[in-house]
């Protein structure tokens, strides 16, 4: 899995699945993310880095094997193991980016985030009140994932 994570607002990316990341993979990875962001704006080739820098973002690299050097990175794996793929047998490449794909919207829209005040990165609605009583559940990959939202009266 490739992807990207903005450490300011958690929000991730992701890039795409592959078993064999190779430079020009990669690079159009990059390529494929800035057209996706728009405004927003070994296998890491120079030509991967001159994609960000033309776009102005700095790309900063950190010592192999080193995870305390990139802790929001090593933190966000984490979670991704321990809420789907610990729990779940992916059966091949297009499996893992599809469920990928859709644990990604749930992070990034619906899940709290403690460095957030436990708000997720890009809501897709406004946080519910504490006035409504009744709430609906809706399961996410099979039901390995609940949101919880207000139920419309």
Do not use: K
């Not at 899995?1 to 300011?8: D, G, Q």
């Not at 980016?97 to 829209?109: C, D, K």
């Amino acid at each position: 899995m490739f992807f990207v994570l903005e450490v300011s607002t958690r929000d991730v990316h992701i890039l795409g699945t592959t078993t064999h990341p190779d430079g020009p993979w990669t690079t159009q990875q990059a390529r494929n993310l800035l057209m996706d962001l728009g405004d927003r704006a070994g296998q890491f080739t120079a030509a991967f880095d001159v994609v960000f820098a033309s776009v102005g973002i700095e790309v900063v690299t950190i010592p192999p094997a080193c995870p305390r050097a990139n802790c929001y990175a090593e933190r966000f794996i984490g979670t991704v193991r321990r809420d789907v793929t610990d729990r779940l047998l992916i059966f091949g490449e297009r499996h893992l980016h599809a469920v990928l794909v859709r644990y990604i919207a749930h992070y990034n829209q619906r899940r709290p985030h403690r460095a957030l005040q436990l708000v997720s990165p890009r809501p897709d609605r406004p946080s519910p009140s504490e006035r409504h009583s009744q709430v609906h559940r809706r399961q996410i990959l099979g039901g390995l994932i609940n949101e919880y939202e207000p139920a419309v009266a």
